[in-house]
């Protein structure tokens, strides 16, 4: 059974800082290509970036470009977000998914989605 658990939420000035890690089990961890997105209150989730098998290719949305990094530690089965220059726009539900092989934007495409953590950004 695929899980995947999400950590590292919480309440943060604006300008600060977090770290997101989301930690997975029940799977060939490098065999899947692994995202963020997020939703916030009353609206659409989003893709807020993604990162190959290998950690080799990233991908970022324009919002978050030079804000947020993703990258991956396949020993550990962990892919992480850091979180830097928060914006109170940043504020939402983040999850991390699963899918096999190939990173994409789209949601619909991942197969395994965590339950999510709250990040919350103050102005």
């Known amino acids: 059974q695929v899980q995947l658990v999400e950590s590292g939420g919480g309440l943060v000035q604006a300008g600060g800082s977090l770290s997101l890690s989301c930690a997975a089990s029940g799977l060939t961890f490098n065999k899947y290509a692994m995202g963020w997105f997020r939703q916030a209150p009353g609206k659409e989730r989003e893709f807020v970036a993604a990162i190959s098998m290998t950690g080799g290719s990233t991908y970022y949305a324009d919002s978050v470009k030079g804000r947020f990094t993703i990258s991956r530690d396949n020993a550990k089965n962990t892919v992480y977000l850091q979180m830097d220059s928060l914006k109170p726009e940043d504020t939402a539900v983040y999850s991390c998914?699963?899918?096999?092989?190939?990173?994409?934007?789209?949601?619909?495409?991942?197969?395994?989605w965590g339950q999510g953590t709250q990040v919350t950004v103050s102005s």
């Open positions: 998914a699963a899918r096999m092989f190939t990173a994409t934007t789209r949601g619909h495409e991942y197969n395994h």
